[in-house]
């Protein structure tokens, strides 16, 4: 018998003594594509923080640094960056670990948890970055409120004429509109670069749900 | 992609996976690669499946499209993989007669197939599933003469292997 025959021979005989997947586990597989839209999660997670640093490293300029000496918030801003930086790489750090979950799991039930799990990471560091937005527009504002000059000379001037009230109006209604439209174009960023992503992974969650009947 | 395409697609799939098993146990020397390989199959095949359009079996397109990704596909990822030595441990599927002599020449065998090239291990495949000549050079794109020559050659390689 020659040496290939004699393998087949064997070959033949472990025919029945393969694993066998079940129809779930091969669902899970084709629905592993969450593994992709997660790792762009995590990589559009590391872009952003790359393009922020860049931005505030091109704009921080002496006339900047200044302003906020003047403004008394200098130290405050730069423990909001510090406190900032370490927030967003926890954030990374979680991204990638759910993009590691996802990669190495291979029944629906825990793809669906890790679904989920990276879904609401995801929202949380949305929400955590518009708060955080938000509080440094309000600091900024108190600063500029209080601290610059041609702001309170402004004050001053309209607070000794007659239409005092409406003045105050005016400006805590600019301010508020000012403070919706910065808000609201974070808001957009974010619901454009992730939320297409959350909407991708919401779908395969669904797709998965009906699986798991 | 629909639900009853992925309906029918699992159910095929699940039903002829051995297929796939095979590829994995002459591609892979263990449990964690056979594993990783038989879901790059899997997703491959899915992504083929539109294509399939029921004129061949489902097995025949099968074998081609997981040949396929485990010679082409598989090898960028696992390169230095493809030399590490077989350990025996896809052996584990039992023997009921025991003869020794016969199980240490397959056990040599497996790793002598295991230190053949990609395409080698493809040949090899078909050889042991019974496939005819005209079906392997179909599979692999290449002509029967050469599928024939390759097997051959394929033969000496192991008595050398086995018998050196």
Redesign the interface.
């Known amino acids: 018998m020659?040496?290939?025959d004699?393998?087949?021979k064997?070959?033949k005989?472990?025919?029945s003594?393969?694993?066998?997947?079940?129809?779930q586990e091969?669902?899970a597989?084709?629905h592993?594509k969450s593994s992709s839209v997660v790792k762009w999660i995590f990589i559009i997670s590391v872009l952003e923080i790359m393009l922020w640093t860049a931005i505030s490293t091109l704009t921080a300029d002496e006339s900047y640094l200044k302003t906020l000496e003047h403004y008394h918030i200098s130290s405050l801003m730069n423990i909001f960056t510090a406190v900032n930086y370490g927030v967003i790489a926890v954030f990374i750090f979680l991204f990638y670990k759910n993009f590691r979950n996802i990669n190495t799991t291979?029944n629906v039930k825990s793809l669906m948890k890790n679904i989920l799990r990276t879904r609401k990471t995801v929202q949380y560091y949305i929400w955590y970055n518009l708060g955080m937005i938000g509080l440094t527009f309000i600091t900024i504002m108190i600063a500029t409120f209080k601290y610059d000059n041609r702001i309170n000379e402004i004050v001053a001037r309209s607070s000794s004429t007659d239409g005092n009230t409406l003045f105050w109006i005016v400006l805590i209604g600019f301010t508020f509109i000012f403070f919706v439209v910065i808000f609201g174009l974070f808001w957009l960023f974010y619901r454009l670069i992730y939320g297409f992503l959350l909407r991708r992974l919401h779908k395969n969650y669904e797709?998965l749900k009906?699986i798991d009947l | 992609m629909n639900s009853s395409l992925e309906q029918s697609f699992v159910s095929q799939l699940q039903e002829h996976q051995n297929i796939i098993h095979k590829i994995c146990r002459l591609y892979t020397s263990d449990e964690d690669a056979h594993k990783d390989l038989f879901q790059e199959i899997t997703i491959q095949l899915w992504k083929a499946f539109p294509q399939f359009r029921g004129e061949a079996k489902f097995t025949t397109w099968a074998y081609r499209v997981a040949l396929n990704t485990a010679i082409t596909l598989y090898r960028k990822k696992t390169k230095s993989v493809s030399t590490i030595e077989f350990d025996g441990k896809i052996h584990k599927f039992s023997h009921d007669e025991y003869n020794y002599e016969e199980e240490e020449q397959i056990k040599l065998l497996y790793k002598a197939v295991h230190q053949l090239n990609d395409i080698e291990k493809a040949l090899v495949f078909m050889y042991l599933e019974d496939k005819d000549y005209t079906e392997i050079a179909e599979t692999l794109g290449i002509s029967e003469v050469n599928a024939r020559v390759k097997m051959n050659r394929i033969k000496g390689k192991l008595k050398k292997i086995v018998n050196p």
């Open positions: 020659d040496e290939l004699l393998l087949k064997d070959w005989k472990n025919e003594q393969y694993p066998k997947v079940s129809e091969i669902y597989m084709l592993k291979d797709e009906k």
